[in-house]
């Protein structure tokens, strides 16, 4: 495996298992000795077009990886608990990353989602714990189960327009959490989804949500202020679990309004928070 000018492993066909397809190579086993790996474009004239599922897991001597435009897919598991991975380039050629990709990369501290990129995985950076920035594309629809679960070094994330959809458990545990964007447009925000952001200070529901499902805002003890259209016609059984500096802001007589009565939340009327 030749060497660059920048300690940067420039990897050669030999550091992995592949498999041929009809649309190139996916490498689906690096077996290379590590560092800051550069993947190769293509191999006897077939490009490398996909990372398969659990090509680098554990791969604990691997420290950064640069991936080729060309490639399109990542697979489930594909980097997961590579402890060492820093940092990663991924092109804008992938449309595609699976589930797990990045569980358990501990050592990750930043990420740019490609630009076609429309849904994050299931579990995608769960226990990133020195994830503290990512940069997600304005395509993304979806933001799977336990998607960012663990990740403690996030401060603050901004989620794009186009997100329909936040998973079950998305932001579990998330404990330096402390400002989050919910545009306009989701209608689902899953079961424990900010359960235990203990740093979050207050969150705005959207209009198009219209409901809220069991413990999603459970035990975040910091949780001041939440605002909750009319739209929001059902709310479950623990949402605001723990949270006992919670004042919910809410029409009168909406849904909301009526729960928290029923429940012993101190609630203020949307009317009277404007004044």
């Known amino acids: 495996m030749p060497q660059n000018n920048f300690n940067r492993t420039i990897a050669d066909i030999a550091d992995f298992e592949y ?4 649309d190139g190579i996916i490498l689906t086993k690096y077996i290379g000795s590590g560092g800051e790996v550069i993947i ?22 691997v420290t950064g990886i640069i991936l080729p435009e060309g490639i399109t897919s990542i697979g489930d598991w594909a ?21 797990n990709v990045f569980e358990g990369c501990t050592a990750l501290t930043a990420i740019v989602i490609p630009s076609g990129i429309a849904y994050i995985g299931d579990c995608a950076f769960t226990d990133c714990i020195n994830l503290s920035f990512i940069d997600l594309p304005d395509h993304i629809a979806s933001v799977g189960d336990s998607a960012f679960a663990g990740c403690i070094g996030l401060t603050d994330i901004a ?21 989050i964007t919910i545009p306009d447009g989701v209608t689902i925000i899953g079961a424990g989804a900010f359960c235990e952001c203990v740093s979050l200070t207050d969150i705005t529901i959207p209009n198009s949500l219209a409901s809220i499902r069991r413990k999603t805002f459970c035990d975040c003890i910091a949780l001041t202020t939440v605002t909750i259209p009319a739209s929001v016609t059902y709310i479950a059984e623990e949402a605001f679990k723990n949270c006992p500096n919670l004042t919910v802001l809410c029409p009168e007589n909406s849904h909301a309004w009526q729960y928290c009565e029923e429940n012993g939340i101190r609630h203020k009327s949307l009317a009277s928070a404007d004044k």
């Open 40 to 61: 190769p474009r293509g191999h006897d004239g077939l490009p490398v077009v996909g990372i398969g599922g659990s090509a680098f897991e554990e791969c604990k001597n």
């Open 19 to 22: 498999k041929i397809t009809a």
């Open 159 to 179: 989620l794009p327009k186009g997100v329909a959809n936040i998973g079950d458990f998305a932001f579990y545990g998330c404990s330096s959490l402390n400002s």
């Open 79 to 99: 980097f997961m608990c590579c402890s060492s991975l820093a940092t990663i380039t991924i092109p804008n050629s992938v449309t595609d990353m699976g589930d």
